[in-house]
C-alpha cells in the first residue's frame, strides 16, 4: 500500500526531485510559498520552497523504494533509526488544502488603528509609529510616524512594518 513519506533532497534540488519523480510515475508533493520580499530599495515577489531541502512522495516502501531513494536530486529518504515512518494523509490533505497550482500565498499582516508598529526596512527602518489605515489595494497603509515632538503621517508599504 502506497503512503506519503518525507524526502530530503540535495540542496536546492526540490523542484529537480519531483520532476524526475513524476516522470516514474511517482505522486510527489513540493509545495511553494509566494511573498514580496524589500530587496535592494524595492519589492520583489519570490516563490520558494515551503520546506528548503524536503519533498512529500508517495510511494510503496518495499516496491517503490529503491526508486525513489536513487532518483537523481534525491539525498535520503528521512528516516528514524533506519525506518522509514509514513505520514498521515490528514497532513498532506491540510497541505493540499492551502496551494493554488502548487503555491501557498503567504497571508498578509492585520494591523487595528492605533495599533504600535515600527518600520522593519526600507530608509525609515527602525522608526515607530500608530497604525491608521489601509490605502487602496490594501499593499499600502498609512500610518502616524512618531517623532520627539511631533508625529508626521505617512504611507508606506505594508510588508515594511510588524507589530511593536
Known amino acids: 500500500m502506497k503512503h506519503w513519506y518525507v524526502v530530503s533532497t540535495k540542496a536546492r534540488n526540490e523542484d529537480r526531485s519531483a520532476a524526475n519523480l513524476a516522470q516514474g510515475g511517482i505522486e510527489v508533493l513540493a509545495p511553494r510559498l509566494k511573498f514580496r520580499r524589500w530587496r535592494e530599495g524595492k519589492f520583489v515577489e519570490i516563490t520558494e520552497p515551503m520546506f528548503p531541502g524536503y519533498i512529500f512522495v508517495k510511494f510503496h516502501p518495499v516496491d517503490e523504494f529503491r526508486l525513489v531513494k536513487y532518483t537523481r536530486g534525491i539525498k535520503t529518504i528521512v528516516n528514524f533509526n533506519g525506518r522509514i515512518i509514513p505520514?498521515?494523509?490528514d497532513l498532506?490533505?491540510?497541505i493540499q488544502e492551502r496551494l493554488v497550482d502548487g503555491v501557498a500565498t503567504v497571508e498578509k499582516k492585520e494591523f487595528r488603528k492605533g495599533e504600535k508598529i515600527i518600520i522593519?526596512?526600507?530608509p525609515f527602518k527602525g522608526f515607530s509609529g500608530i497604525f491608521e489605515k489601509e490605502l487602496d489595494g490594501k499593499e499600502r497603509i498609512a500610518i502616524?510616524?512618531?517623532g520627539v515632538d511631533y508625529c508626521a503621517r505617512m504611507?508606506?508599504?505594508r510588508?515594511?512594518?510588524a507589530s511593536a
Open 120 to 122: 522593519q526596512e526600507g
Open 159 to 161: 510588508e515594511l512594518i
Open 155 to 157: 504611507e508606506i508599504d
Open 92 to 94: 498532506i490533505s491540510f
Open 144 to 146: 502616524l510616524l512618531e
Open 87 to 89: 505520514l498521515a494523509d
